[in-house]
C-alpha cells in the first residue's frame, strides 16, 4: 500500500502533523508512507521513523511539474491531507491519482476529496479534529503526542556557542528559553514584558534568558537597550532543530501561541502560553496538560506583567 499525508502549512502544524504520521505507520506497518511538507518546514520530520519519503512543496505553483511528477509517480492508494492553506493543495492531491482522498468538509475543494469529516458545531482542538478525521477511515489514534527525533548534529549550538556562555554565568547551566513573537504582531506579546519577567525569573531563580526566534526578530532584541549579554543570550544563527534541543534542555519555557511553543509541546519543556487572538482551546496544549499552562488575553498587548510573573510562579515552574 501507498499512502501520501500531507502537512504543508507552517512549524507547530507540521509538529502536530506527527502523531497522525505513527498512527498511520502503526495501522500499516509495511506500507510506502510519503509525506508532503513545506520545504522550509522539512527539518520538522527530518529522522522520523514512521515514513518513507519526504516530499517537499516549494510554495503556490513554484516547480509545479515537478512535483505533479513527483506525486503521480508514486501510485497512491490513499492521501490524507491534515494541513493545507495554499490553494493549490488539494487539486495535486486529486491530480495525484490517489483513488481514496481524505480532508476536510470546509475547504472549498471538498469535492475533490472522496472522504470528508466537518468540524463539531463548537470548534474541537485542532489535534482532536485530526484524530477524528484518520478514525473515520479505520485509523486508531492512541496518542496524540506530538514528536522531534533530535540528532547529536542538533546541538552544535548549544555545545559551541550557548554552553560556552552559560559557563560564565552563575546559573549552573541552567536558563529559560524566551519566544516574544508569532506568525504575526497580533501574537506577539510587549517585549519589554518579555525582559520582565526575565528579570523576575532570574532574581528569583538565578536562570539567565535564552532568546530564540529568526534572525531578523533577535536582532531586534539585541538592540533593545534593555539587553545585557551577561543575563541574555539571542540565539542567531539557529535553525528549527537547533532552536529545539535549545530548548529541550531549558529548564522552562515562555512563550506565544507558535511554532516554538509546539517544538516545546514535543521535547517536554514545560512552558507558559501566551495566547491573544487565537483560541487555545483550538490551538493550545492538547497532552501533558501537566507541564504547560495557558494565559489568554487579546489583545495580548494588554496582558499585565503581574498576571504573566504570577502564573509562572503558582504554575509549579520553580521545580
Excluded at 551577561?230 to 515562555?254: N, P, Q, V
Excluded at 514535543?266 to 494565559?295: E, K, M, S, Y
Amino acid at each position: 500500500m501507498r499512502i501520501l499525508m500531507v502537512s504543508t502549512t507552517a512549524i507547530g502544524d507540521t509538529v502536530m502533523a506527527t502523531p497522525f504520521i505513527r498512527a498511520v505507520r502503526q495501522r500499516y506497518p509495511e506500507a510506502r508512507i510519503t509525506v508532503f511538507a513545506h520545504r522550509r518546514r522539512m527539518a520538522v520530520l527530518e529522522h522520523n521513523p514512521h515514513f518513507n519519503v519526504l516530499l517537499p512543496y516549494f510554495g503556490k505553483g513554484r516547480r509545479l511539474p515537478r512535483t505533479l511528477w513527483a506525486l503521480r509517480r508514486e501510485g497512491f492508494d490513499l492521501a490524507i491531507v491534515l494541513h493545507a492553506n495554499d490553494p493549490d493543495i488539494v487539486p495535486l492531491v486529486r491530480w495525484s491519482g490517489a483513488p481514496q482522498r481524505v480532508g476536510w468538509a470546509e475547504s472549498k475543494w471538498a469535492g475533490l476529496f472522496t472522504h470528508t469529516i466537518r468540524r463539531t458545531q463548537l470548534p474541537e482542538h485542532f489535534m482532536l479534529h485530526k484524530k477524528r478525521l484518520l478514525e473515520s477511515v479505520g485509523i486508531t489514534v492512541d496518542d496524540l503526542h506530538t514528536e522531534l527525533f533530535l540528532q547529536p548534529a542538533d546541538e552544535t549550538a548549544f555545545q559551541q556557542r550557548l554552553l560556552p556562555w552559560l559557563q560564565k554565568t552563575p546559573a549552573a547551566g541552567r536558563y529559560v528559553v524566551m519566544h516574544p513573537f508569532g506568525a504575526n504582531s497580533a501574537k506577539w506579546w510587549l517585549l519589554d514584558g518579555f525582559f520582565d519577567v526575565a528579570q523576575h525569573i532570574l532574581e528569583k531563580y538565578g536562570w539567565p534568558a535564552v532568546f530564540i526566534g529568526d534572525d531578523a526578530s533577535l536582532a531586534t532584541v539585541k538592540r533593545h537597550p534593555r539587553f545585557d549579554s551577561t543575563r541574555h543570550f539571542a540565539a542567531i544563527g539557529c535553525g528549527i532543530r537547533e532552536s529545539a534541543f535549545i530548548i529541550h534542555k531549558a529548564r522552562r519555557m515562555l512563550t506565544t501561541d507558535s511554532g516554538p511553543m509546539h517544538l516545546a509541546f514535543a521535547v517536554r519543556c514545560p512552558a507558559l502560553c501566551l495566547f491573544g487572538p487565537t483560541q487555545p482551546a483550538i490551538h493550545g496544549p492538547c497532552f501533558d496538560l501537566d507541564l504547560h499552562c495557558v494565559l489568554h488575553r487579546d489583545p495580548l498587548a494588554s496582558l499585565p506583567v503581574a498576571d504573566v510573573v504570577r502564573t509562572w510562579d503558582q504554575f509549579g515552574l520553580d521545580h
